[in-house]
């Protein structure tokens, strides 16, 4: 039998085979291609990360010594005992033109004092800045500052050169001050990477209950965003975050997420970047599940409320981060013990809201029961410090 030449070529031909597989090939790469883009635009958002840590059992600001390093001490942001802060100012910068004396503190209290009298707004209307920048110091000469003013400067003012945190002290929402040498550390710290920071004090529970504290560092905030303030101590002003440690982390998540309510949001400044370690993300009665917060911070959750219980309650959901997410929310970074009082899921919810709002989160899980500002060993601080410096470029 005469096999036929014309079949065995077209058998032994491979160019269909071959142009099969190229076509697959292109399919497989143009589905490839596609992938990539929905998870472009789907996926976390630029800056997200997730970690899981160790720490050392030393706060590692404590064990340093801040060579040049100044504070400007007790500088009022308004009338009360408690609305002072402290500016702790890197190596070479300049807290402006020294007073040095206590007439001089004396008198701009004196003017803080008389504009929170003349002030008839409502309690979160007290955020809009009364006080002058000037202050008794106890490393340095206080600066010479503005004085007298209820709303922010309109007086135009050369754009700072230096990035500028604003921290906030923990303790329960009742207790502690800027002045512990836990925060006066860290405080310096962030000062000798190159920040100047401002160290605030505010009114606490169960005497001013909520939201005292938060009206407080809302003013705080307006005052550091005074044009006076920024020249003052050469802030830039695009690079202001803000940085708290447990009771103090929560009042900084709230500052930022309802930053929409202060006089110098309304005049176009924003908080760029947020840092909290073991900040409360939610005080409602989520947080008194099996595995969340124990009776005792129940009871100091609702004596800071000023609550009779978790059912009646409305100021609950008002202080918890939880429930403030927006996608106009600026980058976090939420530092959190596996095994502290400060229950795990509530950063980790936390993350996952933000995340969901397309908000940039570093979280950083740290092994053991470290809280609040005990997790600052080296490598954290570093850390910290690092992200600050990043989106505060």
């Known amino acids: 039998m005469t096999s036929d030449p014309t079949r065995r070529r077209a058998a032994r031909d491979p160019r269909p085979v071959t142009r099969r597989r190229s076509v697959q090939v292109l399919a497989l790469a143009v589905a490839a291609a596609l992938l990539v883009g929905l998870a472009a635009c789907t996926g976390s958002p630029t800056g997200d990360s997730d970690a899981t840590v160790d720490a050392k059992p030393v706060i590692y600001p404590l064990s340093l010594r801040y060579r040049g390093i100044e504070t400007v001490s007790d500088v009022p942001y308004g009338g009360d005992r408690l609305q002072q802060l402290d500016v702790c100012l890197p190596v070479g910068a300049s807290g402006g033109r020294p007073t040095g004396t206590a007439t001089d503190a004396a008198r701009d209290r004196a003017d803080a004092n008389a504009s929170d009298s003349a002030d008839t707004g409502a309690s979160a209307d007290a955020s809009a800045d009364t006080s002058s920048a000037a202050g008794a110091s106890t490393s340095t000469a206080a600066p010479d ?41 860290v405080c310096q710290y962030l000062a000798s990477e190159g920040f100047v920071v401002f160290n605030v004090d505010y009114r ?48 900084a998540s709230l500052l930022a997420l309802e930053d929409h309510g202060s006089a110098s949001y309304a005049a176009g400044d924003r908080i760029r970047a947020v840092a909290e370690l073991s900040g409360p993300a939610d005080l409602t009665a989520a947080s008194t599940a099996a595995d969340g917060v124990t009776e005792g911070f129940q009871r100091t959750q609702l004596l800071y409320l000023n609550c009779p ?11 918890s981060p939880m429930y403030k997410v927006t996608a106009t929310t600026p980058p976090f970074f939420i530092g959190q013990s596996t095994h502290e009082f400060i229950p795990a899921w509530e950063s980790q919810r936390f993350a996952e809201r933000l995340r969901g709002h397309d908000v940039p989160v570093t979280l950083v899980m740290v092994r053991g029961s470290a809280h609040s500002i005990a997790q600052l060993d080296q490598a954290m601080s570093e850390r910290v410090a690092g992200w600050f410096r990043a989106r505060l470029r």
């Open 145 to 185: 500052a503005p004085t007298g003013s209820a709303e922010p400067d309109a007086t135009p003012t050369a754009q700072g050169t230096r990035a500028a945190i604003m921290m906030i002290h923990g303790g329960s929402w009742s207790h502690g001050d800027k002045a512990t040498a836990a925060y006066h550390s």
């Open 204 to 251: 606490l529970a169960p005497t001013d209950p909520f939201p005292a504290g938060l009206d407080d560092v809302r003013r705080a905030l307006d005052w550091v965003f005074r044009a006076s303030t920024l020249d003052t101590y050469d802030v830039d002003r695009d690079r202001v975050g803000v940085f708290g440690g447990s009771a103090g982390g929560n009042l």
């Open 309 to 319: 219980n978790y059912a009646d309650c409305p100021a609950a959901r008002r202080a």
